[in-house]
C-alpha cells in the first residue's frame, strides 16, 4: 500500500522567487518511482518531474528541481525563478516498479500561485 | 503526436440517472487507468487496463460503475444509477507499457455534475 501526504493545502510566492513544496510518503514497494504533477485550471495533469527511488541523484528539469531524502521519505519540489505560468495545483505521487502496482498514488495537492 | 482524449468535457444529470463517459489513449498505449478527482482532492484510481484486460479495480464501486476496453483501445466508464457524491472529474491515462517509471499521459478529464 501507499500513501503520500501534502501538508500545504495553499503557498503563495511573488514572480522570479524561488518555492519549495513539500510531500512525505510511505510504501511497501521496495523499488518505487515519485513524482510531480502539475494541474493548471484545465484539470490536466502534466508531468513535471520524476525521481527513481535507487537513484541518489536528485533529479532537475531547468527550474524544477528536488529534494529526494529516501529515509525520511520526503521528496520536496523547489521552483526556482518562478512565473506566472507556475500557477496551478501540484500533485506529489508515488508509484511501484512492478506490474500492476506502476499505478500512481497522489497526494491531496497545494495550490500554488504566483503573485505578478 | 495527438494525447488522450476524453468525451463528453462536461455533464450534468440528475441523480439516478445513467452516465458514460469515453477514453481514446494515445495510439500504441497498453495500459490504460480511469482516476476520479473529487472537487479538493487527488486523482483515485478507479480501473487500470493492459491491453483489455483488467489489472486492478480494487477500487471501482461495483453495483453502480462498469468500464470496458474492447479492442484494446477505446475504452468507455458507465455509471448507473449515479449519486451526488459522484461529482468529480473523471480522468482518463494512458502509458506504453504496465512498467513503472513510464511516464503516464492524461486528457483533460470529463466533468460530471449530479443535481
Known amino acids: 500500500a501507499q500513501t503520500v501526504t501534502q501538508s500545504q493545502p495553499e503557498m503563495s510566492v511573488q514572480e522570479a522567487e524561488t518555492v519549495t513544496l513539500s510531500c512525505t510518503y510511505d510504501t511497501s514497494e521496495s523499488n518505487y518511482y515519485l513524482f510531480w504533477y502539475k494541474q493548471p485550471p484545465s484539470r490536466q495533469m502534466i508531468l513535471v518531474i520524476r525521481q527513481e527511488a535507487y537513484k541518489q541523484q536528485n533529479a532537475t528539469e531547468n527550474r524544477f528541481s528536488v529534494n529526494f531524502q529516501k529515509a525520511a521519505k520526503s521528496f520536496s519540489l523547489k521552483i526556482s525563478d518562478s512565473q506566472l505560468g507556475d500557477t496551478a495545483m501540484y500533485f506529489c505521487?508515488?508509484?511501484?516498479?512492478?506490474?500492476?502496482?506502476?499505478?500512481?498514488?497522489f497526494g491531496t495537492g497545494t495550490r500554488l500561485t504566483i503573485i505578478p | 503526436e495527438a494525447g488522450v482524449a476524453q468525451s463528453p468535457r462536461y455533464k450534468i444529470i440528475e441523480k439516478r440517472q445513467s452516465v458514460a463517459f469515453w477514453c481514446n489513449p494515445i495510439s500504441g498505449h497498453a495500459t490504460l487507468y480511469w482516476y476520479q478527482q473529487i472537487l479538493g482532492q487527488g486523482p483515485k484510481l478507479l480501473i487500470q487496463f493492459q491491453n483489455n484486460g483488467v489489472v486492478d479495480d480494487s477500487q471501482l464501486p461495483k453495483d453502480r460503475f462498469s468500464a470496458e476496453r474492447l479492442k484494446g483501445v477505446d475504452s468507455t466508464l458507465k455509471i448507473q444509477p449515479a449519486k451526488l457524491e459522484d461529482s468529480a472529474v473523471y480522468l482518463c491515462a494512458s502509458s506504453s507499457t504496465g512498467r513503472g517509471g513510464n511516464t503516464i499521459y492524461f486528457g483533460e478529464g470529463s466533468w460530471l455534475t449530479v443535481v
Open positions: 505521487a508515488s508509484g511501484g516498479i512492478t506490474f500492476g502496482n506502476e499505478k500512481l498514488t
